[in-house]
């Protein structure tokens, strides 16, 4: 397909994702089968009625539910016709027809919404002007290319605000599914499935025997020794690594691991870009977990270098996490 042709169909109204009562009742909280998520139900339908008291960013998550929207219509159009063509970019990876058409519509929704805003999309050349913007969006049309082109469904549409160096309202949109995770800053974690109910996303903490997760992306397999080791010492089990990155999705049911372990031998520990995190960042933090670089601290982003450096431990509840991370002072001694 041509860049032409891209442009054009990034233009196109797609249709609406979910419909938008606005009557509101009050509220009915429950917990769903998984007990995993507690719901609750009577909240307000519209994009902006996903919390009850309209916090500072809520305008700017109602952005960010947007344009995850617009760019997931056009990922699902490619993937059901399965007319994407596919590239490489300079440094080898690939990226497809729908990356590109998809990024041109996230980024004319935010620009129409923000236009003071600055945009760092992995699809597009990084501008130095960002880096003196309080506010930027971080934008991953298509976080799991590869999933994309091998027709798993395992891949999102993730857009972030970040604000001062930390998100503050994000959506991931699975466009295979139609599942559509939000977090707000001090607004809470949400889901949504296609035209379902809102449900709030708390996570349970893991038990005594954590099941410990780690990724082709993260280290492994190169990172086997260090992982087992870990395992060995929590009394866990160390969990078959993940072919896929870091979806908001990670630790929502059916939840397979309790915690995600970026890891490798040597002193390069760099992980990934930053549009491969903020939006999970996010979610775990508002759903009850913690998400930290192995020194314990938190990931900045807007930087002048948008990777993410320094390892990764992310984990469903705050006591996992401080559990992983002494159990890797060993192993990360000398390095």
Known sequence: MTLRAI?????????P????????????????ASAT???????????DGLVWEHPRHQRDLDGAIAAALAGGAIVRKFYAEETAATYAKGDGSPVTDADLAADQAIRRVLTERFPDDAILSEEVQDDDY??????????????????FIRRTG???????????????????????????????NN???????????WRRVRFVAGGVQLRIGTSKWFGSPSNAAIIDSVANRLGGAPERPAVTG?????????????????????????????????????????AGGKVTALSGEQFHYNKAAPKNFGGLIAAADPV??????????????GL
């Not at 994702?17 to 509220?27: A, K, L, Q, V």
């Open 187 to 197: 607004g809470g974690a949400w889901l949504r499935s296609g035209d379902g109910v």
């Open 37 to 47: 998520i507690h719901t609750e139900r009577g909240i307000e339908q519209r994009i």
């Open 320 to 333: 996992s996490h401080a559990r992983v991370l002494a159990a890797l002072e060993p192993d990360l001694e």
């Open 130 to 147: 960002r880096l003196n913007i309080a506010r930027c969006w971080i934008v991953d049309p298509i976080d799991g290319t590869e999933q």
């Open 246 to 286: 870091f979806s908001p999705r990670i630790f929502l049911h059916p939840r397979e691991i309790d915690v995600m372990i970026g890891v490798r031998p040597g002193a390069d520990q760099t992980m990934a870009s930053e549009w491969d995190f903020a939006v999970t960042d996010l979610v775990i933090h508002e």
């Open 7 to 15: 442009s054009e169909l990034a233009k196109e109204p797609m249709s």
């Open 154 to 184: 395992e891949f999102d549409v993730l857009v972030a605000l970040v604000e001062n160096g930390r998100p503050v309202a994000v959506a991931g949109y699975q466009p295979s599914t139609r599942l559509l995770v939000t977090a707000l």
């Open 17 to 32: 994702e979910w419909r938008w009562p606005s009557d509101r009742t009050g509220p009915k909280s429950g917990q769903n």
